[in-house]
Structures are given as C-alpha cells and as structure tokens.
C-alpha cells in the first residue's frame, strides 16, 4: 500500500485526516517507467490521474515540425493528468518518463469519487490548477517575449562588430562617394604628373592590384555579416513561430472549456 506520509505531503491531500488518507492510499497503483518511456501521449484517452513518487516527468507537446516543445519539468510529489476531473476525454499533452520514476496510478472515477466526498481535495486542487497554468504561461511568455537583436548583440565578439561596421561601410553611398572620389584623384595624379613623376602610370597597374585586394577582402567579411544577419532572421521567425504556437494553444484551451461548459447545460 502507497505511503499515507508521502500522500499527506502532496498539497491536495494535505487536508485529509490520517484515516481518510488511508482510504486513499488503497486505491493508488504503483507504476515503475524506464527513461524515455512515454506515460501518454497527447489525444490519448484521459482515464488516470498520477503522482511522481521517485523520478522526474517532462511534459510536453509536439509543434508543427513533431519536435517537442517541453511545457513543465515536474518532480516528486507533483501530480499531473488531473484535467480528468474536468471530464476532458483527451489528453491535451505528451508526459514521458526524464529518468527511472515511480508514479501512482488513480483510475478517474476513483478519484472524482474522492473529490465528491471530499470537497477540500477539489478546493486545493484548482490551486494546483491554477499555479500549473501561470507557469506554463509565463514559460511560453518567456520564450516568445525574447528580444532577438539584444541576444545577438550581447553574443558579438570585437571582429564580429568590426566585420558589420564594416559591411555597412562598404554598402553605404559615404562608401561610394569616397573611394569614387580616390580613384578619380589616382588617375588624375597619375596621368598629368601633377606634383611628382607618375607611381603608378597608365593601365594603372597598381590600382589594379589594390582593388583586387579590396575585392579579396570585402567578400568574406561581406559573407560573415550576411551569416550572422541569416541567424537573426531564422531565430525571429523561431520567435514567431512559438507567438503562433503560444496562441494556437490558448485557443485550443479556450474551445475544450468552452466544450465543457456547453455539455454541462445540455445535461442540465
């Protein structure tokens, strides 16, 4: 039989008197997970309720590429699976096993069973309910709300800056004007021996050379700005993505409840 000590530690049962915990206790099951070993998957039946005795539990859900985007990280004492007693008939998210854990199994009739004869347990559970939502959505606020030019800002080295303030340079008309103005004075000094005998006459050989270095140069400092513009392009629409995903979730959430309500004044 599950421990009445370690049931009367979790929040929700903290109430119960040491015989209605031992009443409880007898309906747990003891389940044992391997890493990696999913609990549920999300759109599974929703028929138990559990409690992390040992180990650790990920929960998460699939986005639009099948790659998880992890919601919580819970640890012992925690219980999730409880919109069961909401009568939700799905389950709204993937739990897989983050170690060797130990869980208690409570079938849902079992447990909206206990919650009808002891209300105390619903009271402090929509607490539990309602803590399990501001975390979840301050983590996707969090990870929506992140200001993609300050973090890669924060990650540029000295060449990096250098190689951008270098790449605006070269693309601004200050650029153009200036070395416009460089070359024209070159070939003018150049050709009239103005002030000295010629360095560099005509074909320019000299001003070839120079301006194939620059060419060299310019190509991959050019390329590494246009990188690290590439990254910040991709993690905004990273960030876009996860605002979509975050209000596609709100929605989804919004509809189930709304679901509920409507069935409740059908039947009644």
């Not at 040491?18 to 309906?27: D, F, G, I, K, N």
């Not at 983590?139 to 250098?162: C, I, S």
């Not at 951008?164 to 021996?193: K, L, M, R």
């Not at 000295?196 to 070839?208: E, G, H, R, S, T």
Request: negative net charge; aromatic residues 10%.
């Amino acid at each position: 039989m599950v421990s009445t000590q370690f049931l009367a530690k979790i929040p929700a049962f903290s109430s119960l008197s040491p015989s209605q915990l031992e009443e409880m206790a007898e309906h747990w099951t003891v389940l044992e997970k391997n890493y990696h070993d999913v609990i549920f998957k999300h759109g599974q039946a929703a028929n138990s309720i559990y409690i992390i005795q040992e180990g650790s539990v990920i929960i998460s859900i699939n986005d639009a590429n099948s790659q998880p985007v992890v919601l919580s990280h819970l640890r012992p004492g925690e219980m999730f699976g409880e919109l069961t007693m909401f009568e939700i008939s799905r389950r709204t998210a993937n739990a897989t096993a983050a170690e060797k854990t130990v869980l208690l199994e409570m079938k849902q009739n079992t447990f909206v069973s206990f919650l009808k004869k002891y209300p105390d347990i619903s009271i402090k559970l929509l607490g539990v309910l309602a803590r399990r939502i501001r975390d979840t959505n301050a983590l996707l606020e969090q990870q929506v709300t992140r200001n993609v030019n300050d973090e890669m800002e924060a990650e540029l080295t000295f060449a990096d800056r250098a190689a951008d303030g270098f790449a605006n340079f070269i693309g601004s008309w200050t650029f153009i004007i200036v070395f416009t103005i460089i070359i024209v004075i070159w070939i003018f000094v150049n050709t009239y021996a103005v002030f000295f005998q010629p360095a560099d006459p005509y074909p320019y050989i000299l001003l070839n050379l120079i301006l194939s270095c620059l060419a060299a140069i310019q190509a991959p400092v050019i390329m590494m700005s246009q990188g690290r513009q590439a990254k910040k392009d991709h993690l905004a629409a990273e960030m876009d993505y996860k605002v979509n995903l975050k209000s596609e979730l709100q929605i989804e959430e919004v509809l189930e409840k709304l679901e509920l309500v409507l069935n409740k004044l059908n039947e009644k």
